[in-house]
């Protein structure tokens, strides 16, 4: 039997997933110290996307979100970094990556996590070997997808090409679909295995279809080391699967997971407090759901999806719109549907459906993808497609993309009393937005309050009335007159 060791993602992919990144670090704060008991391999703690959530809607410092983070965990802190794109959606200049890189690790950050969408190391070979020279401990993400074109070879030859090229010390499956069957998992991780040779192989996916608890069983058995998981409430949909279900799941079968019950209880319960008084939703497993195998939307942008179509009332065509995701996705040559492509592909799809004439109108990252902006394509976009998407792009695009120029220097100049960690945070956002950063105040659900006032103003005026005792959840209201 294995000794297994999990990662917690709760506080990055959970409250990503579920929550819209809405966790804000004084809400994250008390459970610092009870996570830290756990014993988890690290604690995945940030990505670019929470730096946006920080700077635009929580009015968190994000960096010191790090810093507070390093000063109340002892064990090691996991960051994950896409591309070569900083804190965007576009490759940024060689210089800002580094200096991106060199902050993370000297904010305290232990690993460094890093994937393309693309599987194009020419975009990830370069940061990770200069994170190594850092000291980082180093983590090559292999996105799964269902396509013709990534087969088990495929996977194997980029995850002997992160070794190769980047010096990685583990190579891991991330799912962020949540469509890694235990029947693919049967022949994608033995081939995985032969091509990584001693490396640690490490799993992630999300419990969208319903699937995850039964992949990771399978994967277990056939050498996978690490699974990564979340504390539940902040676990499962579309999230990756609760740290509890999975320890029973693995001790049942014999395996030894050598975590803190105690502690994993005492911070579940404590989010389950958070999510009372911010009015967020508690994760519970999703049925299985045989549509996401064509489309392969993540769960998030699925969300959004539906969010957007609802508004514009227009609901009533999401089937027609995940169709036509999975013909976009064939057309451009089977990009992995992680971000940003999975929210192209369902930008284009939406406009193709809505508009009526497929690629009548093409956003600019259609273009740019198609054009090879972001990296090498894994297969060749439908000639007739890359001819509409040519013609009705926007035609600022040049035809052939170019590498960014340096910035810092430049970046330097325009802000002279600035240090690292505000020059990325200049270089990201508007300056109106990072120029009022006052914090909201906390969440608490709508209207709650509120209700109680009323209530209580109401029995109040009843004369027989002389006692009113109150309770909600965990708060507990008594007056007497």
């Not at 959970?14 to 929550?19: F, P």
């Not at 200049?93 to 996590?113: Q, S, T, Y």
């Not at 608890?213 to 058995?221: N, P």
């Amino acid at each position: 039997m294995a000794k297994v060791k999990l990662v917690d993602t709760t506080l990055r992919d959970g409250h990503q997933c579920l929550w819209a990144t809405r966790m804000s670090t004084a809400m994250m704060r008390p459970v610092l110290e009870p996570m830290d008991r756990i014993g988890f391999e690290a604690i995945e703690i940030m990505g670019a996307v929470h730096f946006d959530a920080c700077v635009r809607y929580l009015k968190d410092d994000p960096w010191e979100r790090i810093r507070l983070f390093r000063r109340h965990l002892r064990g090691p802190l996991q960051v994950i970094t896409r591309s070569r794109c900083v804190l965007g959606f576009e490759p940024q200049p060689l210089d800002l990556h580094r200096l991106w890189i060199e902050r993370l690790m000297a904010c305290g950050v232990d690993r460094l996590v890093a994937f393309d969408g693309l599987h194009d190391l020419d975009n990830l070979a370069e940061g990770l070997l200069h994170a190594k020279s850092l000291g980082a401990y180093t983590i090559g993400w292999l996105i799964f997808s269902d396509s013709p074109i990534h087969t088990d070879a495929l996977y194997a030859a980029k995850a002997r090409e992160f070794i190769d090229r980047a010096r990685v010390d583990t190579v891991m499956i991330e799912d962020t679909s949540g469509i890694l069957t235990p029947e693919r998992v049967r022949t994608l991780i033995p081939a995985i295995k032969a091509a990584i040779g001693e490396r640690p192989l490490a799993l992630h996916t999300h419990n969208l279809v319903g699937l995850a608890q039964r992949t990771y069983i399978e994967a277990v058995e056939l050498g996978v080391e690490s699974l990564y998981t979340c504390i539940a409430p902040i676990a499962d949909g579309n999230a990756p699967p609760s740290v509890q279900t999975t320890i029973r799941n693995l001790r049942h079968l014999g395996h030894s997971v050598d975590l803190d019950d105690a502690a994993i209880a005492n911070v579940s319960a404590c989010f389950v407090e958070v999510a009372e008084r911010g009015g967020f939703p508690l994760g519970a497993p999703n049925d299985f759901d045989a549509a996401n195998f064509g489309h392969q939307i993540p769960g998030g942008v699925l969300s959004n999806l539906v969010s957007q179509l609802r508004s514009a009332g227009l609901k009533h065509r999401l089937d027609e719109v995940l169709a036509e995701c999975s013909r976009v996705r064939a057309e451009l040559g089977w990009p992995i549907m992680v971000t940003p492509f999975s929210q192209l592909v369902g930008v284009q799809a939406t406009l193709n459906v809505l508009e009526g004439e497929r690629y009548a109108r093409v956003p600019d990252e259609v273009k740019r993808y198609a054009l090879g902006y972001y990296g090498k394509l894994p297969a060749p976009v439908e000639p007739e497609a890359l001819d509409r998407i040519v013609e009705n792009g926007s035609p600022a695009i040049a035809l052939t993309p170019s590498e960014p120029e340096p910035a810092l220097d430049t970046l330097k100049r325009r802000h002279p009393n600035a240090g690292g960690d505000e020059l990325l945070l200049r270089h990201s956002f508007p300056a109106h937005v990072l120029d009022d950063r006052t914090p909201e105040p906390p969440r608490r659900p709508p209207g709650a309050l509120d209700e109680i006032g009323r209530l209580v103003g109401a029995l109040g005026a009843c004369e027989h009335i002389g006692r009113i005792s109150i309770r909600q959840g965990r708060l507990r209201l008594d007056l007497r007159w």
